[in-house]
């Protein structure tokens, strides 16, 4: 379909960009066939990093001109195939944008090449009693721009909100090669909100450049509740509680039995090996705040019927006591060759029924599940354990994930809360939304990319796909994209 | 100050429109005749005014809340319900709006406040609507009726239509249903008063927001900064002391003193805003809000009132759009026109006069327009209300 073949491609891009930062040969390219979800596999035409915004704009201009698929990659810790690669395009790695241009600490912002990972901009800020709030559990590893494609959130949203609620501005690339700016150094602007438009759009409306997010003073103090339940209800209902009080925490999470067990002996974080489930409750703010809000938590805990309950001591138990939660997935990992994990987020209330109906599915499809859960802001993220060597495995365990996500839609939640829709989830969209829902997103990027080139194939099902998604319930249909295979196996 | 009555859910005007309000709407895109959405028309002030001939269409019998669990921290209200009827609602369960919206005498509607996002002083700590919209029903200018969002706190599934409502200004769907966050009441609420130039105030109040404090509100009024810290007690008092001791001349206001001040900030009842003198207008700054240099000190000081932390500036005056066009991009934002005064007796709101500088960027225009086309392929939602090209 191109009217240009890749060795060509290769040489026009050669011209304005180092050699060694055009990719074709198979080998090299490896490491870019998958993201953080390597079930899903494709091998590009070339890849490709520049190193200025310049050689990023000559670039999109050169393959808006031949209509060649683009798909931009940040850290490629995506975990919905957002940043799988499309067999007859091109992937635009920012990876070499990792500067942090400017920390203002007086405006408390940051301005910030898209490459620059997310804990690394709080490290910057902190010589400044500032840093970046939102904390998706890769931030030592993920990118920023990646974070804006993605809406990423993290353990503190309940309280300091998602990407969306933390950058001010951007600067991005139109699929023409337009550079634009989006947003201000203000709080609001005249006109659409692009910007929010931008946040979350997985790739798919501009590549973008520069980022400038808002900081935070640190708080001053911040102390972690530690308690154990003998019910998933108890814990589930206490959530409810503690905000009933008038307390937003800092971060509130829960995690299952399965789940502590995987956690502790990962992380040796002191967990309750004998609860059922666990909630992390992190309280922030001035040291009178903090000491008062944690007396009355832990006494509410306690008096909710909490098996156990500990308040850390100390910062480094504090940290401790956060290790096991944020490495709670490769910690769950250990337990089996391979897990898939799933993003859907309900109303609290449903906590119980919808952890009972994954219980009945995870006999149904004998495969053990072990449940993570941002408890304060309905996002729940069940870990699905399978070995993908065992043939037909990996398909059950994609039906079984499907229909968790169908279980959240039926209660009133969604398809994805943090990890964005990628090709892992497309399915499910036609799930979530109807026939007219999916036209108008398509016209809105339509709006931005006339050609559908950004990232194609990702976010929005095609709509002719949509009726067969609806009535497929088996996980063997032809749509999905790539290969299955184990992380690092080869595919041919 | 509006106070809003004790109600429970029963009282409230439950109506459900939304057939006619659909049926309107596509009979306006079949006959290609532009409509104009209004719900207690609170905020024509805001924006290009809209062709007197254009068919007005009222969400005023689209009303009430349709979920409210306050332990979800959730609501969902139809578009025409009015703000004092949501707050009536949320008060009785001690629970308030996540951020602080205009509430003009309590008349606003929530589908007018999101679609114009217009937010209070306490915009930099606790955001606007724009930040605690979870989802919306709309319906576009075809007349589908569309869901966008949810009604939990996180969903990324699709881009984000709901937020792109917010400063929209109807110009994209007629929204039926609005689904938002909500948070408990703070336990404190305080503000300390202190008389002080508009420099050092611009400079104190973003000396404090790097500060982990409990600060909710900070905006500099008429030769007094005004500080409002909220949360636990405790710590609200804490920090009270400190500003007290630190500033022998700071005064903490009563909660009835601090409420009226906030409240009459917030909706533009400030003689500020109010009185403004032949030939002058009035300009509103959203820039970064450490701006402050010779060009805004050479200004007498009560031209100028900063508002979110310094990053909401208003100045009345008789001024060259240019150089304040140029102050506004120096310091990284927009200036935009808000009113004039064109007679003695009369204050002309913007109209169909409102300039924002700098100029739009060509290839945004393009993008905001093919935005347009996308929802509204006739052009029938509110016509020339946000742009007099859309």
């Known amino acids: 379909m191109n009217q240009i073949t890749t060795p060509e491609l290769s040489e026009k891009l050669k011209v304005f960009i180092n050699h060694e930062y055009v990719i074709s040969d198979a080998e090299t390219q490896r490491v870019y066939e998958c993201d953080g979800l390597s079930a899903y596999c494709e091998m590009p035409l070339l890849v490709v990093l520049p190193e200025t915004v310049e050689q990023v704009q ?57 490459g620059v990972r ?6 910057a800020a902190a010589e400044h009693g500032l840093y970046y709030a939102p904390d998706p559990s890769s931030q030592i590893a993920c990118s920023i721009g990646g974070n804006v494609a993605e809406n990423a959130g993290g353990v503190h949203c309940l309280k300091y909100g998602l990407t969306v609620h933390n950058v001010l501005k951007i600067k991005m690339i139109t699929v023409e090669g337009e550079l634009i700016s989006i947003g201000s150094e203000g ?24 980022i400038t997010v808002k900081l935070l003073p640190i708080p001053q103090k911040a102390l972690v509740i530690l308690a154990g339940f003998d019910s998933v209800k108890t814990a589930g209902d206490s959530v409810g509680e503690v905000i009933s009080q008038g307390i937003i925490p800092g971060g509130l999470e829960m995690m299952d039995s399965y789940a502590i067990k995987a956690a502790e002996a990962f992380a040796n974080a002191g967990y309750p090996l004998d609860a059922e489930a ?89 495969l053990r599940v072990a449940n993570v859960f941002h408890a304060g802001d309905g996002n729940l993220h069940p870990l699905i354990l399978f070995d993908a060597n065992k043939p037909g495995e990996f398909e059950r365990t994609e ?71 609806r009535s497929l319930s088996k996980g063997n249909d032809k749509n999905r994209v790539g290969h299955t295979h184990k992380t690092g196996e080869n595919v041919a | 100050m509006n106070t809003t009555p004790k109600t429970s859910l029963a009282d409230f005007t439950a109506n459900d429109d939304a057939k006619n309000l659909i049926s309107l709407v596509k009979q306006a895109y079949e006959n290609k005749t532009p409509i104009s ?10 924006g290009h005014s809209i062709n007197s001939e254009h068919t007005v269409i009222s969400t005023r019998e689209h009303s009430g809340i349709l979920n409210y669990e306050p332990v979800e921290l959730v609501m969902t209200a139809r578009a025409g319900t009015t703000l004092a009827e949501i707050d009536a609602a949320l008060g009785a369960n001690q629970q308030t709006l996540a951020c602080d919206p205009a509430r003009f005498n309590g008349q606003a509607t929530i589908g007018g406040s999101l679609a114009t996002n217009q937010a209070g002083p306490s915009r930099p700590w606790t955001g606007s609507l724009r930040d605690h919209v979870l989802g919306v029903n709309l319906i576009n200018g075809k007349g589908e009726h569309l869901r966008f969002g949810g009604k939990v706190m996180k969903n990324v599934a699709g881009y984000d239509v709901s937020r792109l409502q917010a400063g929209a200004m109807g110009t994209l769907g007629l929204m039926t249903e609005i689904s938002f966050k909500i948070l408990p009441f703070a336990s404190a609420t305080m503000t300390v008063k202190q008389a002080i130039s508009q420099a050092d105030a611009i400079n104190a109040m973003n000396q404090l927001a790097g500060k982990p404090t409990p600060l909710s509100a900070a905006s500099w009024v008429s030769g007094d900064l005004y500080l409002q810290f909220s949360g636990a007690q405790i710590a609200v008092n ?92 120096t310091h990284g934002g927009e200036v935009t026109l808000f009113a004039k005064n064109r007679s003695h007796n009369e204050i002309s709101f913007t109209g169909a006069g409102q300039i924002t500088l700098p100029p739009i960027n060509p290839v945004v225009q393009r993008i905001q327009r093919n935005i347009k086309n996308s929802f509204d392929p006739h052009h029938i939602l509110n016509v020339g209300r946000l742009y007099h090209w859309i």
């Open chain 1, 58 to 114: 000559r670039a999109l201009k050169l393959f808006h001109q031949y209509a060649i698929p683009v798909v931009a990659r940040g850290a490629g810790t995506s975990l919905s195939a957002g940043a799988t690669p499309h067999k007859e395009g091109v992937v635009l790695s920012l990876a070499k944008f990792t500067e942090i241009i400017q920390i203002d600490p007086k405006a408390r912002t940051a301005r910030l090449q898209p």
């Open chain 1, 118 to 123: 997310n804990l690394a901009i709080s490290e």
């Open chain 1, 187 to 210: 709080l609001d602007n005249y006109g659409m909100d692009l910007l929010a438009l931008i946040n979350g759009s997985e790739g798919m409306l501009g590549v973008i450049t520069e």
């Open chain 1, 278 to 366: 666990l909630l992390l409750c992190e309280l922030d703010g001035t040291e009178e705040e903090v000491q008062a809000n944690t007396k009355q938590v832990a006494d509410l805990f306690t008096k909710l019927g909490a098996t156990s309950v500990r308040i850390s001591q100390s910062e480094a138990e504090r940290a401790l006591f956060w290790k096991g939660r944020k490495s709670a997935f490769p910690a769950v990992g250990r337990l089996s060759p391979d897990y898939y994990c799933m993003d859907g987020t309900i109303p609290r209330g449903q906590l119980a029924h919808v952890l009972t109906e994954i219980n009945r599915l995870s006999q149904e499809y004998d």
């Open chain 1, 399 to 469: 039906e079984f994930g499907g229909k968790i996500l169908e279980l959240c839609v039926a209660v009133g939640g969604c398809i994805t809360g943090e990890h964005g829709v990628g090709l892992e989830k497309i399915r499910q969209m036609a799930t979530q939304f109807n026939d007219l829902e999916i036209a108008q997103f398509h016209s809105i990027k339509f709006a931005f990319d006339p050609g559908t080139t950004l990232n194609p194939g990702k976010g929005i099902p095609m709509l002719k796909r949509c009726q067969e998604y």
């Open chain 2, 37 to 46: 959405i209004e719900g207690n028309g609170t905020k024509r002030h805001l």
């Open chain 2, 238 to 329: 804490k920090i009270l002391e400190t500003v007290t001791s630190d500033n022998h001349n700071a005064e903490i206001l009563s909660l009835e003193q601090a409420s009226d001040f906030w409240a009459k900030l917030r909706d533009k009842q400030l003689d500020f805003f109010n009185n403004l003198s032949s030939d002058e207008s009035l300009w509103r700054f959203s820039i970064n809000p450490t701006a402050s240099d010779d060009f805004s000190k050479s200004i007498d000081e009560k031209a100028w009132l900063a508002d979110w932390g310094g990053a909401l500036r208003w100045l009345k005056g008789d001024f060259e759009q240019e150089k304040l066009s140029q102050w506004a991009q």
